[in-house]
T-cell receptor, first 115, second 113 residues
Framework: EAGVAQSPRYKIIEKRQSVAFWCNPI?????LYWYQQILGQGPKLLIQ????????DSQLPKDRFSAERLKGVDSTLKIQPAKLEDSAVYLC?????????????FGPGTRLLVL | AQSVTQPDIHITVSEGASLELRCNYS??????LFWYVQSPGQGLQLLLK????DTLVQGIKGFEAEFKRSQSSFNLRKPSVHWSDAAEYFC???????????WGAGTKLIIKP
């Protein structure tokens, strides 16, 4: 079975530019997560989708970050405009139904550097 | 407040030696406990998880973890490490009523030849 796909793997941008990340979850998984992982820290949940609806976006900086999951399958996370502190790895994960006991399957991540 | 603590930022172990990585949590309810591993340039992969029952849980790659409620701990162990175990290890905690996992800051494992 194919895993969680993410692109691009690496991105370097100047501050105040915009950037977008794409994620395709495991087929049949209803729940999709976007995490931000800053160097030396654990993942921080930015947004959780259940099918194409948002379950939790309480930690998403909505003045600059946006995310969508059209048709309940793949998802895009956008940052506009980027700040230096957005430099991090952005991880996408999916799970079958989003229950707390389920395994989350992670993609390889997108490493973002904001200069 | 709910929290997960991994006291060791990094640990160095000789190849073939035993390993124990510590995880302590603060949680009001009966927790669901997870250990994930992140190899360089890779996403996180589940090693093992605990919900209920036998407090000693076996995982992939020869890892095991023991849930100790009295100590609020879920330490990860391996009897003999291999160079390929060099990675960062994350402990995470969740509960049924709150789907969001709380993650520790991670422990980086360095293997000495």
């Amino acid at each position: 079975e194919a895993g969680v796909a993410q692109s691009p793997r690496y991105k370097i941008i100047e501050k105040r530019q915009s950037v977008a990340f794409w994620c395709n979850p495991i087929s049949g998984h209803a729940t999709l997560y976007w995490y931000q992982q800053i160097l030396g820290q654990g993942p921080k949940l930015l947004i959780q989708f259940q099918n194409n609806g948002v379950v939790d976006d309480s930690q998403l900086p909505k003045d600059r970050f946006s995310a969508e999951r059209l048709k309940g399958v793949d998802s895009t996370l956008k940052i506009q405009p980027a700040k230096l502190e957005d430099s991090a790895v952005y991880l996408c994960a999916s799970s079958y139904s989003g229950r707390a006991r389920e395994t989350q399957y992670f993609g390889p991540g997108t490493r973002l550097l904001v200069l | 407040a709910q929290s997960v603590t991994q006291p060791d930022i990094h640990i160095t172990v000789s190849e073939g030696a035993s390993l124990e990585l510590r995880c302590n949590y603060s949680y009001g309810a009966t927790p669901y406990l997870f250990w994930y591993v992140q190899s360089p340039g890779q996403g996180l992969q589940l090693l093992l998880k605990y919900f209920s029952g036998d407090t000693l849980v076996q995982g992939i790659k020869g890892f095991e973890a023991e849930f100790k409620r009295s100590q609020s701990s879920f330490n990860l162990r391996k009897p003999s490490v291999h160079w390929s175990d060099a990675a960062e290890y994350f402990c995470a905690v969740g509960e049924e009523s709150n789907y969001q996992l709380i993650w520790g800051a991670g422990t980086k494992l360095i293997i000495k030849p």
